[in-house]
């Protein structure tokens, strides 16, 4: 064999080595954070998952919260004082100059006489059209002055068990009213007396202008009163709810403007204001109180007219009726985290 013909055997036989391949066709290892971007990453997350702790009002401004809490209460009573006022002047006068222009001898005291009972009549009148200006106005305060969830999202914080709630407790709280001024009416009866007195002068629950301003009015007004602004500036001027929640109960109370609504409206009060705090709407205590004023106004009286009249009888319906109310308000708990959500707290 030839010495050429050997060298290409042996070339032939000897195994070729792989090609490498390029570097940049090698796949790209996964590059490193920066050791910076690494150890912020955990600082990151910790300030994203800590929440935004409100800011505490201090003493001056607790104080200065307390004194407007007492401002929306002081102007329900000055509104009531100055539109009854104006509206029972106004009637009496109208009434007056047409009684002596259809009677042209009449003497001074006869149409004297005539406009005095014009104004007793106008009584319920001037309740009306506090009513019906209690809520705009209010309710405009509310709306700009207080940090509220929108209308949408009150509807949508009423559950089942909230209007459920509503309702019972609304009867609860008539037939408990019931039995506080029959306790009262054995405790001081002169007061009890003068209230049916003044009741049966103004018509209350038969007036047609009295019963719309009653059932109707009252409880939007009302709630927006005292479970809206004097809630809301007292959770602002007391460290506890509890404390704002009985300043709101006994303004609602004063609001009435004599002894014997104010105790039942102050216990009352309690109740509406704890479901204000529980659902963070005001639905739920317009529907109590709607409750509350509709029985008392159509019903309660013609169902239990065999109540008996006795002071043992009222004591149990008292005492009953608080059970009842306790019994809701551990039914729907005190949680109030939704609500809360709701507002963006």
């Given at each position: 064999m ?9 070339n032939v036989q ?6 490498q391949?390029?570097?940049m066709?090698?796949?790209?290892q ?8 690494q ?8 300030y994203i998952?800590?929440p ?10 607790r ?9 929306p209460?002081?102007?329900?009573l000055?509104l ?10 106004a009637?009496?006068v ?6 002596m222009?259809?009677?042209p001898g ?17 009584a ?11 809520i705009?106005i209010?309710?405009l305060?509310?709306y ?7 209308m949408k ?8 068990k ?11 709280m008539?037939?408990m009213?019931?039995g ?28 047609i ?16 009163l005292?479970r809206?602004?004097i809630?809301y500036y ?6 506890h709810?509890?404390?704002a929640?009985?300043?709101q109960a006994?303004l ?7 002894w ?13 204001g704890?479901l204000?705090?529980k ?8 529907l ?10 159509f019903w ?13 009888a ?7 009726t608080t ?12 949680s109030t985290k939704?609500g809360?959500k709701?507002?963006g707290?």
């Amino acid at each position: 064999m030839e010495p050429n013909q050997m060298n290409n055997e042996q070339n032939v036989q000897q195994p070729i080595p792989p090609v490498q391949q390029p570097y940049m066709q090698q796949p790209m290892q996964p590059m490193q954070q920066p050791y910076m971007q690494q150890s912020m990453q955990p600082m990151q997350q910790m300030y994203i998952q800590q929440p935004v702790q409100p800011k505490k009002p201090g003493i001056g401004a607790r104080i200065g919260y307390f004194f407007l809490s007492l401002t929306p209460a002081a102007a329900c009573l000055v509104l009531q004082i100055i539109l009854g006022a104006v509206y029972m002047i106004a009637a009496g006068v109208i009434k007056m100059i047409v009684f002596m222009m259809e009677n042209p001898g009449v003497s001074q005291a006869e149409a004297m006489e005539c406009y005095y009972q014009a104004i007793l009549d106008a009584a319920t009148g001037g309740v009306f059209l506090y009513h019906v200006l209690s809520i705009p106005i209010f309710g405009l305060w509310y709306y700009f002055g207080c940090k509220r969830p929108k209308m949408k999202q009150s509807f949508k914080n009423v559950s089942v068990k909230a209007v459920i709630i509503a309702v019972v407790g609304g009867v609860t709280m008539c037939l408990m009213s019931n039995g506080i001024v029959g306790i009262q009416a054995y405790i001081m009866p002169g007061v009890v007396q003068d209230f049916y007195e003044m009741m049966e002068g103004m018509d209350i629950g038969f007036d047609i202008l009295a019963t719309i301003a009653t059932v109707c009015l009252a409880p939007i007004g009302e709630e927006i009163l005292c479970r809206g602004l004097i809630l809301y500036y007292g959770k602002k001027a007391f460290p506890h709810f509890w404390m704002a929640n009985i300043l709101q109960a006994v303004l609602f109370g004063v609001i009435h403007l004599n002894w014997v609504q104010g105790i039942y409206a102050f216990v009352g009060g309690l109740f509406m204001g704890w479901l204000a705090e529980k659902y963070h709407s005001l639905i739920p205590c317009m529907l109590v109180h709607f409750v509350i004023n509709f029985s008392s106004t159509f019903w309660i009286d013609k169902a239990f007219f065999w109540f008996p009249d006795e002071l043992y009888a009222y004591i149990i319906l008292f005492v009953v009726t608080t059970v009842i109310a306790l019994a809701l308000v551990f039914w729907g708990g005190f949680s109030t985290k939704a609500g809360s959500k709701a507002e963006g707290k």
